[in-house]
Every structure is written in structure tokens, then in C-alpha cells.
């Protein structure tokens, strides 16, 4: 099927995802394929984001979420390190405009004090730059885990019962969601992962309590508006009970 058809398919069935997540991976074997270094496999994903992003705006869904970079990834040898934070300094830079055009409100989500100082002040500019608009929200995981971010968020709340404002009985969901990088953003709908792994990898595990897994045996540099379409048609089918009976 062509794009044009998925997406009149997907209209027509008419569940659309809120909130799509995915865990771009299979940059290097990509590169490895081809002979190529590693970082080239990173520097061809590019074209594959601005796919998703076309698609996903497309599709009418709200929320973006795209881990680029976890905690675990700064055990990757130095110079591909580099290579990532120059690929993220240089992906703002050329798509600053057009995502700025498009209405994209970006993210840029994670610990972000371990960035190189250009990389996060690239990214600081890009969350301000686009903070107005409302036609897609993208979120950036780079140098993201999401157990520290449990963390985080479990020390905040301590600190809250330290100080008095909050009595340990009142935590709940609601208060542990609200001090997550996602907080104010529904949960993912549907977490795709590409290349054809089938884990996690620590991200968002709060989060995707009841998303739909989708995993993809294409590698992310070869992903395309197609991928993420038949990710959503799939997603279409899905029957989601939430632990209840179907009526
Ligand atoms: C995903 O591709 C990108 C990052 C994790 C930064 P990989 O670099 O993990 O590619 P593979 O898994 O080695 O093929
Ligand atoms: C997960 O991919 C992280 C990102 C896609 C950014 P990895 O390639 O780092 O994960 P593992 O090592 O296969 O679990
Ligand atoms: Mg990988």
C-alpha cells in the first residue's frame, strides 16, 4: 500500500493514537551493512525523524515522543559521543525552520546538564523558539533514563514531606506523574521500536504502563511515513481493555 492510501485507511478508521513513542535503534547496523562508521548510521536517522514528524502531523497525533539518546549510551565509546552531540547541534540547526513553521513545539527531554554546553544551549534556544505553538508536540529523550527519572521524581516528593507541604499519605499517581519530564502530556498510546529488539531499554516505563508495543524489524535509518503508518493501522486493530471485558 502507498502512503496516501494508509493515511486515508487510517482517517477512515478513525482511532488516532494521542501520543506515538519510539525507540529509534539500528543506526549502527545500518552503517555496519555498508561498511560505513557508525556515525554515518546516526547522520542517516536524521532524514527518518523528519519522516516521522511529516507522517505524525499528517495523522492528526498530538504527541511525539523519539528517545535519541539514553543514560547508558554515554558508556559508547567518546568519539561516537561526540558524534551524536555535533548530529543533535547540527539537526536543530537545519530543522530549527522548518519545525518551527510546521507549529512542532519541541522538547528536548533527559538530563540535560551532561550535554555538551553548545548541544543543550542549541536546545534550550529550539524549546524556546517553538514554546507557543500546539499543532505537535515532539519530545526528545537525550540523555534520558527513565529509572532516574523515578528518582527524580521520588526525591522531589520527599523533599516536599521534608519541608511539610505534603503529608506521605497524599502521594499518588497523579504526584508521582507530575514530576516527570512527561508531566501535563497523556501517556503513550503506542511505543514502536525499530531494528527489530524486542526490550525496553529503560524508557519511559511509568509511562507506557498500558501502550501498545509495536516492533518493527526495520532498521531506523530505513524508516519511513510507511513504517509509522503501518504501525498505526496495526494499532487500529488492537483491541485495548485496560483490564476490563470487552462490552
Ligand atoms: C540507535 O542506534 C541510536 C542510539 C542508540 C543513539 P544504535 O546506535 O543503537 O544502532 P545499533 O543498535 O548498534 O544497530
Ligand atoms: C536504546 O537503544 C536507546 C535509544 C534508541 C536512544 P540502545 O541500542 O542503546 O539499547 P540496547 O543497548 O539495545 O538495549
Ligand atoms: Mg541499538
Redesign the pocket.
Known amino acids: 500500500m502507498k502512503a496516501p492510501e494508509m493515511l486515508a485507511r487510517i482517517r477512515e478508521n478513525g482511532a488516532i493514537p494521542r501520543h506515538v513513542a519510539i ?4 543506526n ?1 547496523r545500518w552503517a555496519r551493512e555498508r561498511n560505513l562508521p557508525r556515525p554515518l548510521g546516526h547522520r542517516s536517522g536524521m532524514k527518518s525523524v523528519r519522516e516521522v514528524v511529516e507522517g505524525a502531523i499528517e495523522v492528526g497525533i498530538e504527541v511525539l515522543s523519539l ?4 543514560q ?2 554515554w558508556q ?1 565509546p567518546v568519539t561516537e559521543i561526540q558524534a551524536l552531540m555535533s548530529l543533535l547541534e547540527e539537526y536543530i540547526a537545519r530543522e530549527a525552520d522548518e519545525l518551527a513553521a510546521q507549529g512542532v513545539r519541541v522538547r528536548v527531554l533527559g538530563d540535560l546538564a551532561r550535554l555538551t554546553p553548545p548541544a543543550a544551549a542549541a536546545a534550550a534556544q529550539l524549546m524556546e523558539r517553538t514554546a507557543h505553538n500546539d499543532r505537535l508536540v515532539l519530545n526528545l ?1 537525550i540523555s ?1 533514563g527513565s529509572r532516574a527519572e523515578i528518582v527524580r521524581a521520588a526525591q522531589q516528593l520527599a523533599e516536599e514531606v521534608r519541608a511539610g507541604r505534603m503529608a506521605a499519605s497524599d502521594i499518588d499517581e497523579d504526584a508521582i506523574a507530575e514530576r516527570l519530564f512527561t508531566a501535563g502530556v497523556p501517556d503513550p498510546d503506542l511505543l514502536i ?1 525499530t ?1 527489530g ?1 524486542q ?1 525496553i ?3 519511559m516505563l511509568w509511562q507506557v504502563a498500558y501502550a501498545e508495543l509495536y516492533m518493527s524489524p526495520v532498521l ?1 535509518p530505513n524508516f519511513r511515513r510507511q513504517e509509522l503508518y503501518a504501525a498505526i493501522l496495526d494499532f487500529q486493530n488492537r483491541d485495548r481493555r485496560f483490564g476490563r471485558v470487552t462490552a
Open positions: 525507540i529509534m535503534d539500528g549502527g528517545f535519541a539518546f539514553s547508558e549510551n559508547r529523550f534520558y521500536r531494528s529488539e526490550r531499554s529503560n524508557f531506523w
